[in-house]
């Protein structure tokens, strides 16, 4: 029978000898392929909720009629898969990886201080191999889970009575995942440990072992494990509750105590096995009777699993010692065939043999340390039931003698997403801390991973999503934050959500994109004139930038007719570096003019949002002094940071951020991708976006891809920006393109202000104005007139041949150009005809 899952299939018990030989190979073979991502293994476990949350699933059903061969009882087995549908849903995976490891990407090669080229990341401890316990059917696979976050081979061996369930979940998981990375990390074997050999086998090439069992069966692996093996024991461990006088007389604290005495038949590290008195006398026997008369109520609304033989002896054994022990005055008796209390006046912590048997015992607060801290190797979780000022002086006497865990009655063997496990993070153990130190030669380089390989996520398997239909992507704001607003360029303005863990992210990757375009966060004087308020997300979101990159930063922020006031300020504080709209920052350069030429000292101008041309870099360069003219990133408020520029990118080239983002190139009629070279619709795939998911999204630009590689010697997927979709408009019916009226501009006059097209109807006839600068253009407009229809024949074509259109130049003050009302962005087309063919 095939019993055993390996690397995707599912093998006999022959097979799976056969290549327990091969263990030390298929681990070198995994771990010099690319990283797992985490954000794999959440996509993945994201569509096996969705399975367990169906009950009509193939899936669900299958790993039901598991846990029905495995014995469990049927209240148990929703417990269980409920409990995997929390523990697999992505919301909870996010914040265990972040919370333990940093990042939802931690396995990337990435600074931690971007004024040093040092590089730090986790990566996998190798093979980790899992002893899985028999008491927790789900324990096996979520081991193996942080085995997956973690990015490490995972061989796991199941417990004898193990109906395949944990194989059959971790398949599941693997056929999730359209990369195979899965199902290459995962080996599931099915045996008893009494097979020895094989687990002698299987632990020989590991690099860690996580074990579940007692301090024999902790000790038999101990014993197999070759020198410098990690041994990570999940055991064996006790838990209590602690009660004080105004909580032991309270009915409900009692029922909730009761509630985590029933819970899983007190299968869990976290139930409590000893209820504690804060009393040094002989009430002990009092509170005994009253809560065996609440747990005889409680038991009757659950499902009880019957002990085995061997379980039921130890119970009977138990019991009748304690019995006996009746006639010394040290301890009382209640029971019935479904639950045992124990009352004992002695202090002393003690197991108990489980299936709702507790004992109830004296523990003043003076003698915890003096009792507990002896057995601190093996405290867990205490309920603690007491008043608010009790509750915190107690806490920390209970944790200054061992215990790990402290909640209240009725919530022992509850958790919260991230939790630490026994006092440690599960993902942390199962990684490694690795750091490398280099030189000057990578002080542009803030992930050394990007000069290795071109990681590529793959997208859903979604439709695209228009800017039009935006709102679509926001059916689900539970997990939003922080919101922005659109400039509005391309269509009404909108807000954009995010969670901080997603704006903490985007602005990471920021900060690592002005990293590659040239920025110097220690020694560059930087101002932030990028325009804040009204919710606009350009001024904040470049603040916290250059937060993370430590740098020297003056938050001015965009002020419009106040060019002279900034321009004095920069030259005040020695600023060397401006970050801000170009539109803008060439209102500041041309209106202080003098200013800023007497000062120059202005070294590195980073812009967003819109783009230079050329004629304008030039004019800043030779006018100004600035050395540097680069795009601080390509994003946009809805979509987030998308690409960054490196020194060698040509004006509009990016590199994509690959670590948060996927790039589809789609055909501008169909949703199919372009051929090589061919311009397209870029749709953008944020996988870490939690504020609102921001799948298969058309941003509106096109692109194409450049296959060729990049000068810098990264490896990151880079593409070239042909402008928006909106640039492309009709009229008179032929389509034209405003880049080509910005590129006729500046061949013909060397042009380098603004340029903006007003789309109007008189009468029957279409009106197309150029409207130009009037400080930068020449005065002649029929001479303007004649260049650009020489120099782009379709307007020749449409304008003079054809007379479909009336075609005029307006040169016009630059503040009376239409802009965006948040960011300031010029409205490169203004189309105000009643019926818009563009």
Same mark, same amino acid.
């Given at each position: 029978?095939?019993?055993?899952?390996?690397?995707?299939?599912?093998?006999?018990?022959?097979?799976?000898?056969?290549?327990?030989?091969?263990?030390?190979?298929?681990?070198?073979?995994?771990?010099?392929?690319?990283?797992?991502?985490?954000?794999?293994?959440?996509?993945?476990?994201?569509r096996?909720?969705?399975?367990?949350?169906?009950?009509?699933?193939?899936?669900?059903q299958?790993?039901?009629?598991?846990?029905?061969?495995?014995?469990?009882?049927?209240e148990?087995?929703?417990?269980?898969?409920?409990g995997?549908?929390?523990?697999?849903?992505?919301?909870?995976?996010?914040?265990?990886?972040?919370?333990?490891l940093g990042?939802?990407?931690?396995n990337?090669?990435?600074?931690?201080?971007?004024?040093?080229?040092?590089?730090?990341?986790?990566?996998p401890?190798?093979l980790?191999?899992?002893?899985?316990?028999?008491?927790?059917?789900?324990?096996?696979?979520?081991?193996?889970?942080?085995?997956?976050?973690?990015?490490?081979?995972?061989?796991?061996?199941t417990s004898?009575?193990?109906?395949?369930?944990?194989?059959?979940?971790?398949?599941?998981?693997?056929?999730?995942?359209?990369?195979?990375?899965i199902?290459?990390?995962?080996?599931?074997?099915?045996?008893?440990?009494?097979?020895?050999?094989?687990?002698?086998?299987?632990?020989?090439?590991?690099?860690?072992?996580?074990?579940?069992?007692?301090e024999?069966?902790?000790?038999?692996?101990?014993?197999?494990?070759?020198?410098g093996?990690?041994?990570?024991?999940?055991?064996?461990?006790?838990?209590?509750?602690?009660?004080?006088?105004?909580?032991w007389?309270?009915?409900?604290?009692?029922?909730?105590?009761?509630?985590?005495?029933?819970?899983?038949?007190?299968?869990?590290?976290?139930?409590?096995?000893?209820?504690?008195?804060?009393?040094?006398?002989?009430?002990?026997?009092?509170?005994?009777?009253?809560?065996?008369?609440?747990?005889?109520?409680?038991?009757?609304?659950?499902?009880?699993?019957?002990?085995?033989a &061997?379980?039921w002896?130890?119970? +009977?054994?138990?019991?009748?010692?304690? %019995? /006996?022990?009746?006639? @010394?005055?040290?301890?009382? =008796?209640?029971?019935?065939?479904?639950?045992?209390?124990?009352?004992?006046?002695?202090?002393a912590?003690r197991?108990?043999?489980?299936?709702?048997?507790?004992?109830?015992?004296?523990?003043?607060?003076k003698?915890?340390?003096?009792v507990l801290?002896?057995?601190?190797?093996?405290?867990?979780t205490?309920?603690?039931g007491a008043?608010?000022?009790?509750?915190?002086?107690?806490?920390?006497?209970?944790?200054?003698?061992?215990v790990?865990?402290?909640?209240?009655?009725?919530?022992?063997?509850?958790?919260?997403?991230?939790?630490?496990?026994?006092g440690?993070?599960?993902?942390?153990?199962?990684?490694?801390?690795?750091?490398?130190?280099?030189?000057?030669?990578f002080?542009?380089?803030?992930?050394?991973d990007?000069l290795?390989?071109?990681?590529?996520?793959? &997208?859903?398997?979604?439709?695209? +999503?228009?800017?039009?239909?935006?709102? %679509? /992507?926001?059916?689900? @704001?539970?997990?939003?934050? =922080?919101?922005?607003?659109s400039?509005?360029t391309?269509?009404?303005?909108k807000l954009?959500?995010?969670?901080?863990?997603?704006?903490?992210?985007?602005?990471?990757?920021?900060?690592?994109?002005?990293?590659?375009?040239?920025?110097?966060?220690?020694?560059?004087?930087?101002m932030?004139?990028?325009?804040?308020?009204?919710?606009?997300g350009?001024?904040?979101?470049?603040?916290?930038?250059?937060?993370?990159?430590?740098?020297?930063?003056?938050?001015?922020?965009?002020?419009q007719?106040?060019?002279?006031?900034?321009?004095?300020?920069?030259?005040?504080n020695?600023?060397?570096?401006?970050?801000?709209?170009?539109?803008?920052?060439?209102?500041?350069?041309?209106?202080?003019?003098?200013?800023?030429?007497?000062?120059?000292?202005?070294?590195?101008?980073?812009?967003?949002?819109e783009?230079?041309?050329?004629?304008?870099?030039?004019?800043?360069?030779?006018?100004?002094?600035?050395?540097?003219?680069?795009?601080?990133?390509?994003?946009?408020?809805?979509?987030?940071?998308?690409?960054y520029?490196?020194l060698?990118?040509?004006?509009?080239?990016?590199?994509?951020?690959a670590?948060?983002?996927?790039?589809?190139?789609?055909d501008?009629?169909?949703?199919?991708?372009?051929?090589?070279?061919?311009?397209?619709?870029?749709v953008?795939?944020?996988?870490?976006?939690?504020g609102?998911?921001l799948?298969?999204?058309?941003?509106?630009?096109?692109?194409?891809?450049?296959?060729?590689?990049?000068p810098?010697?990264?490896?990151?997927?880079?593409?070239?920006?042909?402008?928006?979709?909106?640039?492309?408009?009709?009229?008179?019916g032929?389509?034209?393109?405003?880049?080509?009226?910005v590129?006729?501009?500046?061949?013909?006059?060397?042009y380098?202000?603004?340029?903006?097209?007003?789309?109007?109807?008189?009468?029957?006839?279409?009106?197309?104005?150029i409207?130009?600068?009037?400080?930068?253009?020449?005065?002649?407009?029929?001479?303007?007139w004649?260049?650009?229809?020489?120099?782009?024949?379709?307007l020749?074509t449409?304008?003079?041949?054809?007379?479909?259109?009336?075609?005029?130049?307006?040169l016009?003050?630059?503040?009376?150009?239409?802009?965006?009302?948040?960011?300031?962005?010029?409205?490169?087309?203004?189309?105000?005809?009643?019926?818009?063919?563009?």
């Amino acid at each position: 029978m095939n019993q055993h899952y390996w690397q995707g299939e599912w093998v006999d018990d022959a097979e799976a000898d056969r290549r327990l030989s091969t263990l030390e190979e298929a681990t070198q073979a995994v771990l010099g392929q690319e990283p797992l991502s985490p954000l794999i293994v959440m996509a993945a476990a994201e569509r096996v909720v969705k399975h367990l949350a169906d009950a009509e699933s193939p899936v669900r059903q299958r790993l039901a009629q598991r846990l029905v061969d495995w014995n469990v009882p049927a209240e148990e087995i929703e417990q269980t898969l409920g409990g995997l549908c929390g523990a697999l849903a992505r919301p909870t995976i996010e914040k265990k990886v972040v919370r333990e490891l940093g990042s939802v990407d931690p396995n990337r090669l990435a600074r931690f201080d971007f004024r040093k080229q040092v590089f730090e990341a986790w990566v996998p401890v190798g093979l980790l191999a899992h002893i899985a316990p028999g008491n927790a059917p789900a324990a096996g696979a979520l081991s193996c889970l942080e085995g997956l976050l973690s990015g490490n081979l995972n061989v796991v061996k199941t417990s004898g009575d193990d109906s395949r369930f944990t194989a059959e979940l971790l398949s599941a998981l693997a056929e999730a995942d359209p990369t195979g990375q899965i199902a290459e990390r995962v080996i599931v074997l099915h045996y008893s440990s009494s097979r020895r050999e094989w687990l002698e086998r299987m632990c020989a090439p590991a690099d860690a072992v996580a074990a579940w069992g007692g301090e024999e069966a902790l000790a038999g692996v101990a014993s197999v494990l070759r020198p410098g093996c990690r041994l990570v024991d999940w055991g064996p461990k006790l838990s209590f509750a602690y009660l004080t006088s105004d909580s032991w007389s309270n009915t409900e604290t009692l029922r909730a105590v009761a509630a985590d005495v029933c819970a899983m038949d007190q299968q869990a590290c976290s139930s409590p096995q000893v209820i504690y008195l804060d009393t040094d006398d002989a009430e002990v026997f009092a509170f005994a009777e009253r809560f065996a008369a609440v747990l005889d109520d409680v038991v009757a609304t659950v499902e009880c699993r019957e002990p085995s033989a &061997p379980e039921w002896a130890e119970i +009977t054994n138990t019991v009748l010692v304690t %019995e /006996l022990e009746q006639h @010394l005055g040290l301890t009382k =008796v209640h029971k019935t065939d479904s639950w045992r209390v124990l009352a004992d006046t002695r202090s002393a912590l003690r197991a108990s043999p489980l299936y709702r048997t507790v004992w109830v015992k004296s523990l003043a607060r003076k003698e915890i340390s003096a009792v507990l801290r002896p057995m601190r190797r093996y405290l867990q979780t205490v309920g603690l039931g007491a008043n608010r000022q009790d509750t915190a002086a107690l806490t920390r006497s209970l944790i200054a003698a061992g215990v790990q865990r402290v909640t209240v009655p009725g919530a022992m063997l509850g958790s919260y997403d991230g939790e630490p496990h026994d006092g440690v993070y599960a993902l942390q153990r199962y990684s490694r801390r690795v750091d490398v130190q280099l030189d000057e030669r990578f002080d542009r380089d803030a992930c050394l991973d990007d000069l290795v390989s071109a990681r590529k996520l793959p &997208p859903p398997t979604v439709p695209v +999503t228009t800017k039009a239909r935006f709102d %679509e /992507l926001q059916d689900d @704001l539970s997990r939003a934050e =922080v919101f922005f607003r659109s400039g509005g360029t391309t269509g009404a303005p909108k807000l954009s959500a995010f969670s901080w863990a997603d704006y903490d992210e985007h602005m990471r990757h920021g900060a690592e994109g002005m990293i590659a375009a040239g920025f110097d966060p220690r020694t560059d004087r930087t101002m932030n004139l990028f325009f804040g308020g009204q919710l606009y997300g350009g001024f904040p979101s470049f603040f916290s930038v250059l937060e993370r990159l430590e740098a020297v930063q003056y938050p001015m922020a965009g002020q419009q007719n106040e060019h002279e006031m900034v321009a004095q300020s920069i030259v005040d504080n020695k600023v060397d570096t401006v970050l801000g709209m170009p539109s803008y920052l060439l209102r500041l350069f041309d209106e202080a003019g003098d200013t800023l030429r007497a000062y120059r000292g202005i070294r590195k101008v980073f812009y967003g949002g819109e783009h230079f041309s050329e004629q304008q870099k030039r004019w800043l360069t030779q006018e100004f002094g600035v050395e540097l003219i680069r795009s601080a990133a390509y994003g946009s408020v809805d979509g987030g940071p998308l690409g960054y520029q490196c020194l060698e990118s040509p004006s509009r080239v990016h590199h994509l951020f690959a670590g948060i983002q996927t790039l589809e190139i789609l055909d501008q009629e169909e949703d199919r991708p372009v051929g090589p070279g061919e311009t397209g619709r870029l749709v953008f795939t944020a996988h870490t976006r939690r504020g609102q998911r921001l799948d298969r999204y058309e941003i509106g630009d096109l692109g194409r891809w450049l296959d060729e590689e990049c000068p810098c010697g990264r490896r990151t997927p880079r593409f070239e920006l042909l402008g928006r979709v909106g640039d492309v408009f009709r009229s008179g019916g032929h389509f034209l393109n405003y880049r080509r009226f910005v590129s006729a501009a500046g061949e013909a006059f060397d042009y380098a202000g603004d340029l903006q097209i007003v789309l109007d109807e008189i009468g029957d006839q279409e009106r197309l104005t150029i409207r130009l600068d009037r400080d930068r253009a020449p005065s002649d407009t029929e001479e303007v007139w004649a260049e650009f229809v020489q120099r782009y024949p379709d307007l020749e074509t449409t304008a003079v041949r054809d007379q479909l259109v009336s075609l005029h130049i307006e040169l016009a003050p630059a503040e009376e150009f239409k802009r965006t009302t948040n960011s300031g962005k010029l409205v490169a087309v203004v189309d105000n005809r009643e019926r818009n063919g563009a």
